[in-house]
């Protein structure tokens, strides 16, 4: 009996939560714009001339005057100047949008330390209990947004809702600077009338999937078995089929940004031959880079920790000139450095650490392979396998 109960029992929806997702509209573009009101009412594309750099290099944002072109972030800078090729095209200055990011989170803090930062311009906020004790989570998104527009002199878009799955989908429904609130007693109808390809979450790949099974929208998602929908898609099936219901009971969660990404391990037996040390600082370069991708960051600098048997414990740091590209690179420089020690004692533990690290962005990797949202994820793992 039990199992027939949790075969047909309808999950359960928590409303209790009062969430905010805030998203700047075209942060990096807009903040150009700011800084040089020249380029107001432009075309405005972050990123080097194709002209400059031989075609080279990736759209890290366009501003909306340029997305009228067909401009969008993660396409080349060659195919966006072919677009429109008199759209201002600007050196991206990361520097400048980090601290901009900062005071975007100072103005989150006066509110609810419980913040879930996605990337530079957006964030997640939970303000069940916030620091001015205001109940209605409205009041207090318009509030920030206000803060934003007035200390910042840039608009940025909320979503309020009772989960994070429908605050995100309500911050873009009414993109730039807009608000938009869905209430747990609109939810349903707010759902039923989506488009399928605007549940974050579902990729390009999967939408044209779900066309062919007839789900266009909310409605159609709504009425399909649970166990259908995860014989054709999976883990996203299970999640789909819950959050076409409202649910979405996952929490904001506070990673501090990280500074440094490292794994050790001690060994029951002293390492001692060459090949053993090969060995382990190759498994280590692959745990640290695995952690670094899923992060989303990526360093320069190297550290490497060793224990000898008598437990003398020392750490040697390289610094590199570029980024570490990979889990080979890593283990190659990881080993250059304990080369350099060359002692004969038995080895007890060793380390690595990337450390200095800073957030992937598109000038540096030509691919949004390593975004952390799951669409992305569904729509590599669908290219890799055509
Ligand atoms: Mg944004």
């Not at 005071?103 to 303000?127: C, G, K, N, W």
């Not at 570029?322 to 283990?331: H, P, R, S």
Request: charged share 30%.
């Amino acid at each position: 009996m039990k199992y027939g109960l949790l075969l047909f029992d309808e999950p359960k929806r928590d409303t209790s939560r009062k969430i905010i997702h805030i998203d700047m509209d075209a942060f990096y573009a807009s903040v150009e714009v700011r800084e040089n009101p020249q380029l107001k009412n432009k075309p405005v594309i972050i990123a080097r001339h194709p002209k400059e750099t031989g075609g080279r290099g990736v759209v890290a944002t366009a501003n909306y005057e340029a997305r009228k072109f067909g401009i969008h972030s993660a396409m080349s800078a060659q195919k966006a100047f072919e677009l429109c090729p008199h759209g201002a095209f600007v050196k991206p200055n990361f520097e400048l949008y980090r601290s901009t990011s900062q005071h975007m989170h100072e103005i989150f803090q006066r509110y609810t330390d419980t913040i879930q930062p996605l990337s530079l311009d957006e964030a997640y906020l939970d303000v069940t209990n916030n620091k001015i004790n205001q109940k209605s989570a409205t009041i207090i998104a318009e509030r920030i947004r206000s803060d934003i527009k007035e200390e910042l002199r840039l608009t940025c878009s909320a979503g309020v809702s009772y989960n994070k799955f429908l605050a995100k989908i309500a911050s873009d429904f009414d993109k730039p600077d807009g608000i938009t609130v869905i209430p747990p007693d609109k939810a349903h109808a707010f759902l039923m009338a989506l488009p399928i390809e605007k549940f974050h979450g579902v990729g390009i790949k999967s939408v044209e999937k779900m066309h062919k099974l007839g789900i266009y929208n909310g409605q159609d998602l709504y009425h399909k078995d649970e166990l259908d929908l995860v014989k054709q898609f999976g883990k996203m099936g299970h999640s789909l089929y819950r959050r076409v219901r409202g649910i979405d009971d996952s929490e904001v969660r506070m990673d501090r940004e990280p500074k440094s990404i490292g794994k050790e391990s001690t060994f029951t037996d002293n390492l001692i031959s060459e090949n053993d040390i090969i060995k382990a600082l190759r498994v280590l370069a692959h745990k640290v880079m695995f952690n670094l991708k899923r992060k989303q960051k990526h360093g320069k600098i190297v550290v490497l920790k060793i224990r000898y048997e008598n437990f003398e414990t020392l750490t040697r740091r390289k610094s590199l000139p570029d980024y570490i590209k990979n889990e080979d690179e890593l283990f190659q420089i990881a080993l250059s450095i304990w080369e350099e020690e060359n002692t004969q004692m038995g080895v007890r533990l060793l380390g690595i650490t990337v450390t200095g690290l800073e957030s992937v962005v598109y000038e540096t990797i030509p691919l949004p392979l390593w975004r952390n949202s799951y669409s992305e994820r569904i729509i590599k793992s669908d290219e890799d396998k055509t």
